[in-house]
């Protein structure tokens, strides 16, 4: 069985289009269809407001494009509703509060958890249809429980206020944001993907030319999740994906060091100088972690302390970053500026007397 995953936020109107396409497509085989987090206003006030108002502010009109990037939020809305009338989706249509949907993720993550695809789709379909026809805050935890009961998933407003919910939603959108997704609805299978709310057609093929998914092991996923993550420049995102790698895993050079690059990205240099110091205990011949240690010391001011490391690291490899950033540091240490050596300078009363 393969599996569709709809990545997708309950705001955008072309999801509830997606929705509907998706459910006209003729697969042929046995499809999974589950729904996954995406907020293209993460911003959104916990109280809702006006969506007219919210088109007003720059702010929120930036993020509201993320629903089709192509298209300015006005014009957005009225090709969305023109496309949402030929589906079928009513006279009356159309989003008319800015909500934070972060608790309705919450809900549709727990409708999986506890009752599996189909449960999962009839509550999407109950909160798409109270935000875009009936008019309802689906930011609100009161209403979202009915919602949920609605669809037959009672127990939702001691879940939300407990927080149940909130760290599978959290890793999903990081894992979106490190497999590509960047827009409402994104279609994923196994490898393949294709964005908007696309005919029919276009997602028979989808499911019929995808190979299945591969299940790596937990381990193995979160730590590509986590490199992919740096490389978009989201540190605090991989250190939370390395969270349980760290608590399971700790041990482990591949997770240690991409928590030192995490702790380097996000400036918690002290974090990173531990680590790569205990990392380097171990394999001293890491010519990538001497480099970082080093690095990690010139961010800290720390020069002179930074020298022996980047001189280790490109008598091992001198590949030009490493070159580059020795001949750097060596040159502030030449020059005196280094703030460390200064300070242990004057300290010690060994500074020039005038």
Wanted: aromatic share 4%.
């Amino acid at each position: 069985m393969k599996r569709i995953e709809v990545w997708a936020d309950m705001v955008c109107g072309w999801a509830h289009i997606g929705k509907r396409r998706l459910e006209k497509a003729e697969f042929g085989e046995d499809v999974e269809i589950v729904w996954r987090p995406f907020q293209i206003d993460p911003m959104a006030p916990a109280q809702a407001e006006s969506l007219e108002k919210a088109l007003r502010d720059p702010i929120a009109d930036g993020a509201l494009r993320a629903c089709h990037p192509d298209l300015a939020p006005q014009e957005n809305r009225a090709r969305a509703a023109a496309d949402a009338a030929e589906e079928g989706l009513g006279p009356r249509w159309g989003g008319v509060l800015r909500p934070n949907t972060f608790d309705a993720h919450r809900v549709i993550a727990l409708a999986y958890e506890r009752g599996g695809s189909a449960l999962q789709n009839a509550v999407v379909e109950r909160i798409l249809q109270a935000h875009f026809v009936d008019g309802s805050d689906i930011g609100d935890r009161a209403t979202l429980a009915a919602l949920a009961a609605e669809a037959g998933l009672d127990g939702m407003a001691g879940a939300l206020d407990a927080g149940e919910g909130t760290r599978e939603v959290r890793s999903q959108i990081l894992r979106g944001k490190a497999i590509g997704v960047a827009t409402s609805p994104t279609f994923v299978v196994g490898e393949a993907a294709v964005a908007g709310a696309q005919p029919p057609a276009i997602l028979e093929d989808l499911v019929r030319r995808a190979a299945p998914g591969r299940d790596l092991p937990d381990e193995v996923r979160l730590l590509r999740q986590a490199e992919s993550l740096l490389d978009l420049r989201d540190p605090l995102g991989a250190l939370e994906t390395l969270e349980p790698l760290m608590a399971g895993h700790g041990d482990d050079p591949s997770v240690r060091l991409l928590a030192a690059r995490a702790y380097f990205g996000s400036a918690q240099l002290g974090r990173a100088r531990e680590t790569l110091e205990s990392l380097l205990e171990r394999a001293p011949g890491d010519h990538y972690a001497r480099f970082l240690l080093g690095r990690t010391l010139e961010r800290s001011n720390r020069h002179a302390e930074a020298l022996p490391h980047l001189r280790l690291a490109v008598a091992m490899s001198p590949e030009p970053d490493y070159t580059h950033t020795l001949h750097r540091v060596e040159g502030r240490v030449a020059s005196g500026v280094d703030p460390q050596r200064n300070r242990f300078v004057r300290q010690a009363g060994l500074g020039r007397s005038t």
